[in-house]
């Protein structure tokens, strides 16, 4: 266990794990702008469903006072391994917490996101995450 959570993972091994475990959930934790403008992964080709379900609310940033009553709503199964998302691995940790402490053991921290960590001029889209590894995603 990772300080208060089962740990951090890359979005490649991510990927692995949805393919190979059938109880295995994608929660996206970005908020609803970041879901219409950015992009969303794409889990058609695995047979699963993107939960979506914001740790912040935009556009003021509060912290969403439902989210472990949604994660229950979307994910019943709190064995299954659980896998945070963000844009960049950061609010999923807060995510990932808070769903173990819900009871959610095997709950994942996705490192670099959605979207990556900054590059040299303070852009995201290039070191790392979801998109820039290549993996399945979709614009809505």
Not at 26 to 50: F, Q
Not at 76 to 104: H, M, P, Q, W
Request: net charge negative; with cysteine; aromatic share 10%.
């Amino acid at each position: 266990m990772t300080d208060g959570y089962a740990g951090d993972i890359t979005p490649k091994d991510a990927w692995d794990l949805l393919q190979k475990d059938p109880k295995a959930v994608l929660v996206d934790v970005r908020t609803h702008a970041e879901w219409a403008y950015v992009g969303l992964p794409d889990l058609s080709s695995l047979g699963k469903e993107l939960r979506m379900i914001s740790w912040v609310l935009f556009p003021k940033g509060d912290i969403n006072p439902e989210f472990t009553d949604d994660l229950e709503d979307q994910v019943a199964d709190k064995d299954a391994t659980v896998l945070f998302l963000c844009r960049s691995g950061v609010r999923s940790i807060a995510a990932a917490k808070a769903a173990t402490e819900a009871g959610y053991a095997k709950s994942y921290n996705i490192l670099t996101g959605f979207e990556g960590d900054k590059d040299g001029a303070n852009h995201r889209g290039t070191m790392g995450g979801w998109k820039v590894d290549g993996l399945p995603w979709v614009q809505k």
